[in-house]
């Protein structure tokens, strides 16, 4: 049974630091493609950054500069470092697996078949 579990999540002043961790399980984890994306409450789901298994990375333009998208293989983990935080930033937070290794890197959620049940990221003085 696949399960992917984000935590890590919570509230922080804007300028913060936080580190979301996705535990997975049920798959080989390191043959996928892993990312996260967010929601924020009446938006769209979007995609914040994608790692293949080569540790190669991609970010949206939201989070360079400021967001680490990073993986464990050996722990089956998939990180994502969070610095300068802002009020926008505020979404629930979820990590994705997919098997398609053209289709993640476009970060489009139909080409990733895994979720986890999200952390929720608060961005708020």
């Known amino acids: 049974q696949v399960q992917l579990v984000e935590s890590g999540g919570g509230l922080v002043q804007p300028g913060g630091s936080l580190r979301l961790s996705c535990a997975a399980s049920?798959?080989?984890?390191?043959?996928?493609?892993m990312a996260w994306f967010r929601q924020a409450p009446g938006k769209e789901r979007e995609g914040v950054a994608v790692?293949?298994?080569?540790?190669?990375?991609q970010s949206a333009d939201s989070a360079k500069g400021r967001f680490t998208i990073s993986r464990d293989n050996a722990k089956n983990t998939l990180y994502l470092q969070m610095n300068n935080l802002k009020p926008e930033d505020t979404a629930m937070y979820y990590c994705?697996?997919?098997?398609?290794?053209?289709?993640?890197?476009?970060?489009?959620?139909?080409?990733?078949?895994?979720w986890g049940q999200g952390t929720q990221v608060t961005v708020s003085s």
């Open positions: 790692i293949d298994s080569y540790r190669r990375a």
């Open positions: 994705a697996a997919s098997a398609d290794r053209l289709g993640w890197w476009s970060l489009l959620p139909s080409t990733f078949g895994y």
């Open positions: 049920g798959f080989t984890f390191s043959s996928y493609g």
